[in-house]
């Protein structure tokens, strides 16, 4: 199974359902899409995203001290790969709420995560019910046999 490290606390609104775009500079190659993987909350805490979020949100962000770091947190599906130039955000956006209009088929809240230059768009996420701990990587990387199978484990069970 393939991993994507997420900054904390961004992993962590993926895996409670907040969060249904992960915003990335590459694309995701097509032969992903439909594709399950791991979820792994990496060691940083953003404390300027997590401020932001709060304060443009109002959702109770958790600290550092509330959210596993360095562990696979969740699993979902890369549904679709969103292009900012599709959604009129140019090049090198930094900002967090963009003013995109929500296009048939996609979540009614991802206009406010989605920022670009690349989305994914997730479907199918399901909470572990426990952190694995483990190392992560950066770009999409492949879980060591006994994570995943920890992982798997957890799965079972569990409905999204």
Known sequence: ????????????AI????????????????RYIGETFAIHAGKTYDVPWSEMVRGALDLDVPSKNEVPLGAVIAVATFAQLLEGESFGIPP????????????????????VWFSGPYGFLLSDVRKLREPVFCKGAQGLWTLPVDIEKAVMRQLKGVST
């Not at 930094?94 to 991802?110: A, D, H, K, T, Y």
């Open 92 to 111: 090198g956006n930094r900002m967090f709420i963009v003013n995109v209009p929500v296009s048939q088929g996609l979540p009614e809240n991802f206009d």
């Open 1 to 12: 199974m393939r991993a994507l490290t997420i900054w904390q606390p961004q992993a962590w």
């Open 15 to 30: 895996a409670e359902g907040h969060k249904p775009v992960e915003n990335r500079t590459w694309p995701l190659p097509s």
